[in-house]
């Protein structure tokens, strides 16, 4: 499938992800055990996304069988988990799951309507709800991308609907970090057409203590047209804004089964936002690897963020502690 063509499926993935856990909400929890167990631990979170697409390929659903599942995101070596929540009830089932696996939840990817008032209050209202809940697992970034006017489409926003999500998603930073949490603004390609007016406005029409950065590396790269050049443009304009940090990767164009070596310079990339970043907070990393049309399949799920893992953890060790 094509990578356009999937975003739609992302949504359903965060839907079905979280209504799959119910069956292991009564399980009995575990006490959570943090897996940086030293400063040169580097924590590494993976998206419900990236799991979701991988077992589909294996003719699997992820959602159906969650134990199965978060035993394998645990056996990959990875620390955390970033599920897509809908609803307050989605999160409550999938705390208890999480810890049964000893995975943490430092984040979250909720979906939001922000363009018109009306979706506005809604979408912001279901949004510090879910922050509430998930706050029991200690989760501290809210990641949304607010939708576009149709998935897929050649439609774009006006001046009006920019400025009303941008003060939408203001508001939404201000009410989250009351509750002493930080919302991070994200992306895919939709946003970066017509000179990326809707991403820069996202940016510069909402307040840096409100709103911080999701940057999604390969969106932002392949929205600009596969180019480096916007990429690292992005991370010297906003790399000071950065909270959290999507992870995938590509070759020539094509996302790869694993993160590596390929169009992405991530040791550069890594270096500059560091260096953006020298007086703030190292950025929370989360994989969201993928697939698509011309996606190699050499290895299955847990083997394929195995290997992430380790690239991840030797490219980014800066950002470790």
Known sequence: MH????????????????????????????T????????????LSTNSYSWGVYYQREGKNFAAAPDEGFADVKAS???????????????????????????????IYVGSALHTREDADKSIANTVAIA??????????????PSPLQWGGAQNKDDQQLRTQAESLDRLGRELA???????YHNHDIELRNAAREFHHMMNGTDPRHVSLC???HWVYRGSGNSQVALFDVVKLYGARVAEVHLRQSE????????????????????????????????HLVMEIAVEGGTPKTVGP???HRRSGEYARRVFAGYAG
């Open 132 to 145: 509430r809940a998930a706050k029991a697992m200690g989760t501290r970034i809210i990641v949304t991308n």
């Open 215 to 217: 940057l999604d590396a």
């Open 32 to 43: 959570l055990r943090s897996s940086a167990g030293s400063k040169d631990h580097l924590h």
């Open 77 to 107: 070596g990875l620390d955390g988990y970033e599920p897509g929540g809908g609803s307050p009830d989605d999160i409550v089932k999938l705390i208890p799951v999480l810890k049964k696996h000893g995975l943490e939840m430092r984040s």
């Open 302 to 304: 847990g083997e394929a």
């Open 252 to 283: 020539k164009g094509v996302w790869s089964e694993t993160l590596g070596p390929g169009d992405i310079d991530y040791e550069a990339f890594a270096a500059a936002l560091l260096k953006a970043r020298a007086h703030h907070p190292k950025p």
């Open 178 to 184: 009351d509750l002493g949490m930080t919302l991070a």
């Open 3 to 30: 990578a356009q063509d999937s975003l739609p499926d992302r949504r359903a993935f965060l839907r079905t992800v979280a209504t799959g856990t119910v069956a292991l909400a009564s399980a009995s929890a575990s």
